[in-house]
């Protein structure tokens, strides 16, 4: 399976990362890639938009944490927009509901961070 990965401008300082596909162990260094390319062009304030992908394995999660911990050294955010139910099921048993913040719509996490 491959992923689709779409950025774009949202309101004020935040770049929105769409994602369309799987994110797994093959396909987790092109996310990384453009979240990295972010983060060194100086946009600390992200929100990855999940809801189109279908699947998510621990390599995802674990790039996704990777991005919060960079950004927040600059003392940025990482939000997630995921309305699908399995992917979210994946950040309650992890754990990691606690440490992004989660959004059902793109316009409630765009609004939350102004």
């Given at each position: 399976m491959d992923i689709k990965v779409n950025v774009r401008p949202a309101d004020g300082e935040t770049r929105v990362i769409d994602l369309v596909g799987e994110i797994d162990v093959y396909t987790s260094p092109a996310v990384k890639d453009a979240?990295?390319?972010?983060?060194?062009?100086?946009?600390?304030?992200?929100?990855?938009?999940?809801?189109?992908?279908?699947?998510?394995?621990?390599?995802?999660?674990?790039?996704?944490?990777?991005?919060?911990?960079?950004?927040?050294?600059?003392?940025?955010?990482?939000?997630?927009?995921?309305?699908?139910?399995?992917?979210?099921?994946?950040?309650?048993?992890?754990?990691?509901?606690k440490i992004f913040g989660i959004f059902e719509t793109e316009q409630s996490a765009i609004k939350a961070l102004a």
């Open positions: 979240i990295t390319q972010l983060i060194d062009e100086g946009h600390y304030h992200l929100l990855i938009n999940l809801e189109g992908v279908r699947y998510i394995d621990s390599t995802g999660l674990g790039v996704l944490i990777g991005a919060l911990k960079r950004v927040r050294e600059h003392a940025g955010s990482v939000s997630l927009v995921c309305a699908n139910p399995q992917i979210k099921k994946i950040f309650d048993i992890t754990g990691l509901v």
